[in-house]
């Protein structure tokens, strides 16, 4: 995992916790958790196009 995504899953941590101990709402911890859902599935696009290209310009130069 990146560093970046390490800080998704921290943050759902953290929003599970505050949601547990009462802290945030029930509605607050639910956009939450879509967000890092969003922030999660972003990454994954980018990654899945990252490796898209690299195989593409690899073929292109005659590595693969």
């Known amino acids: ?9 921290k943050r759902q941590r ?3 916790l505050a949601f547990k101990n ?3 709402s029930y ?3 639910l956009l939450n958790l879509k967000q890092a859902w969003d ?3 972003d990454y ?3 990654q899945r ?3 898209l290209s690299r195989i593409q ?3 292109l130069l005659g590595i693969r």
């Open 1 to 9: 995992r990146s560093r970046g995504l390490g800080d998704v899953y």
């Open 39 to 41: 922030l999660k599935s």
């Open 44 to 46: 994954l696009d980018l």
């Open 22 to 24: 009462g802290e945030i």
């Open 49 to 51: 196009s990252y490796q």
């Open 57 to 59: 310009l690899e073929f």
């Open 27 to 29: 509605s607050v911890h």
């Open 14 to 16: 953290q929003s599970s």
